[in-house]
């Protein structure tokens, strides 16, 4: 399995990116995704959660209302589209894999699979 995540770059505070994970070796109608975001010396955070048949979502508390997650099955690819960017949302985002997860099942942890990650700089 390999993930690439891309869509990262540098925004003003305010502005919106749109990060993209594409996935390839899985089936990705049977996975559920997840975005985690980390900074130096920080541990990785949490930032959002698809389910397998993507009728269910969930988001860390520093992104809810501003960061919307979508899965595209027939494309192998999920979506991560930032909007009201602010300074503290500077970091390196990741896209993860969960192998055997239920249908409507959301994730927190134990993803099996990693992208590389991608930078995502807010400047204020």
């Known amino acids: 399995v390999q993930l690439q995540a891309s869509g990262g770059g540098l925004v003003q505070d305010g502005g919106s990116l749109r990060l993209s994970c594409a996935a390839s070796?899985?089936?990705?109608?049977?996975?559920?995704m997840g975005w985690f975001r980390q900074t130096p010396g920080k541990e990785r955070e949490f930032v959002a959660a698809?389910?397998?048949?993507?009728?269910?979502?969930d988001y860390g508390d520093a992104v809810k209302g501003r960061f919307t997650i979508s899965k595209d099955n027939a494309k192998n690819a999920v979506y991560l589209q930032m909007n009201s960017l602010k300074s503290e949302d500077t970091a390196v985002y990741f896209c993860?894999?969960?192998?055997?997860?239920?249908?409507?099942?959301?994730?927190?942890?134990?993803?099996?699979?990693w992208g590389q990650g991608t930078l995502v700089t807010v400047s204020s």
């Open positions: 070796g899985r089936s990705f109608s049977r996975v559920s």
């Open positions: 993860a894999m969960k192998l055997n997860a239920i249908a409507s099942g959301i994730y927190y942890g134990g993803y099996e699979y």
């Open positions: 698809i389910s397998r048949n993507g009728g269910s979502t």
